[in-house]
């Protein structure tokens, strides 16, 4: 697939992890994905960029010792006006947990949550426009809020990224897919009765794989766990998985490989 040169505003363009740590982090996903790595500097934090295919798709990042929250993948979203998006999340109840500031000249960026709690990030493209693969092997796939509300977190995102939003008729679980322009962005997953109160609501990503049994086994292989079996779905054969830092996220392979 030819490279990303632009992601549209309000769909997903970036994801980055924040490692346990960032050594043992470059040898798992590189084992997993077939990453390579540009390694960053003291200066910008370490901010490590990981390649596929010669193509920017995520980066890694070592997590503050004295972080208050685990190691966890984050989702960026396109935006025109990091400023502007900002203050539509104050407005819809979200909440800023880190305000808008320049990235050199790569870009601007701010971080928040959700009206139910979710975090994720904006990102206002300068001269880094995000990921350069999506839908590809060792490329982020898919994208979903995970919240003990889904109907508000729904609501929530339509109205700040200009989203639709089908549900699924399906009475095992609530979902809801949004679009952006027609074409599927991400989903909400309202967690369901069994999960406890205490997991707070959260974003996950999926990354594309050729074999996700081969996937799963590597995980496993290089210390993480599997924490939901390979399974079909309309969409592909799926795992949920964690690496050994305990950063959650999926591996698919795509039933219809872009």
């Known amino acids: 697939m030819p490279a990303m040169t632009k992601h549209a505003a309000g769909t997903v363009s970036w994801v980055d992890l924040m490692a346990w740590d960032l050594a043992k982090a470059q040898d798992f996903y590189g084992a997993l994905f077939g990453w390579t790595f540009e390694a960053g500097s003291k200066e910008n934090g ?22 208050p929250f685990p190691p966890i993948w984050n989702t960026y979203f396109a935006v025109e006006s990091v400023d502007r998006s900002v203050a539509r999340l104050k407005e819809l109840g979200g909440k800023v947990m880190l305000e808008p500031m320049d990235v050199m000249d790569a870009g601007r960026m701010a971080f928040g949550a959700d009206n139910t ?20 092997p060792g490329a982020a796939a898919w994208f979903e809020a995970k919240t003990h509300d889904g109907a508000k977190a729904v ?26 322009d027609g ?76």
């Open 155 to 180: 609501a929530f995102y339509k109205d700040l990224f200009g989203m639709t939003a089908d549900k699924m008729p399906d009475d095992r679980m609530q979902y809801w897919v949004l679009k952006k």
């Open 46 to 67: 370490y901010y490590t960029m990981a390649h596929k295919a010669g193509h920017p798709v995520a980066a890694l990042m070592p997590r503050p010792g004295d972080a």
């Open 117 to 136: 709690g979710a975090p994720f990030g904006f990102w206002q493209p300068n001269q880094f426009p995000g990921s350069g693969l999506m839908n590809e």
């Open 183 to 258: 074409g599927e962005a991400a989903g909400v997953m309202q967690l369901d009765d069994k999960t406890s109160a205490e997991v707070p609501a959260h974003w996950m990503i999926t990354f594309a794989v050729s074999n996700t049994d081969e996937a799963a086994a590597t995980v496993t292989a290089k210390g993480g766990k599997v924490l939901m079996q390979p399974f079909d779905s309309p969409y592909g054969r799926i795992a949920i998985v964690a690496d050994p830092g305990g950063a959650a996220f999926g591996v698919i392979t795509l039933a219809r490989p872009a």
